[in-house]
């Protein structure tokens, strides 16, 4: 006759170590690849944003009634133009009312609005609390690290435009011959990645 013989309690609770340490593995690299997942989003909405920014530079735009070179072919938009298609009332800034309110997809084509907010922001949040302009008054010159940082917060759920002009300087309202755009990922010690405008 075959008797039996229980589990002492060492063999469970290493049964139970063996469990818990796979467990651990397994949320460990569960949540490496949500943020991966999350950190390929952010880089996908950048180049988004990128595009729209070229295809702005090679159309104008043609939304807004006032009549200034900056807002023809050949410029990038200046800090006032993303404010005033994000909603914001801007001084002389006029809006086509086909447009009026949020339209900065339509300024920027080729993107949507989801590509304005980071992954995980819920798009009730107000777009210029997720997709910023470097600066808008007192600005330090263009480029500047403390300023950049400033805007970003060390936070991967914002988005941050910086408009240049030819000598260096944050453009508010004029000609605009280059951006910088700058986000954070969560992954890989969080360092601020810059794209760069295509025309330099």
């Known amino acids: 006759m075959t ?11 290493v049964v139970m170590v063996i469990m818990a340490v796979l467990l651990t593995l397994g949320v460990a690299s569960y949540n490496s690849y949500q943020v991966n997942v999350r950190d390929s989003e952010r880089l996908a909405d950048i180049n988004a944003i990128a595009k729209g920014l070229e295809a702005r530079y090679d159309r104008g ?25 994000e909603g914001s009332n801007v001084t002389g800034l006029t809006p086509n009312p086909n447009t009026m309110g949020i339209y900065t997809e339509v300024v920027l084509p080729g993107t949507t609005a989801g590509n304005f907010y980071p992954p995980g922001v819920n798009t009730s949040t107000a777009i210029t609390s997720t997709f910023k302009v470097i600066c808008t008054a007192s600005c330090a010159a263009a480029e500047n690290t403390e300023q950049r940082d400033t805007a970003i917060n060390n936070s991967p759920n914002v988005y941050v435009y910086e408009p240049i002009t030819a000598n260096n300087q944050i453009c508010i309202n004029t000609e605009c ?15 601020t990645q810059t794209i760069a405008s295509k025309h330099q």
């Open 177 to 191: 011959v280059r951006y910088n755009l700058y986000y954070r990922p969560e992954a890989g010690g969080s360092t």
């Open 3 to 13: 008797t039996w013989r229980g589990f002492t309690v060492v063999e469970l609770v």
């Open 61 to 85: 735009n043609s939304s807004i009634t006032l009549n200034a070179p900056y807002f023809n072919r050949g410029s990038y938009p200046s800090v006032n133009e993303i404010l005033h298609t």
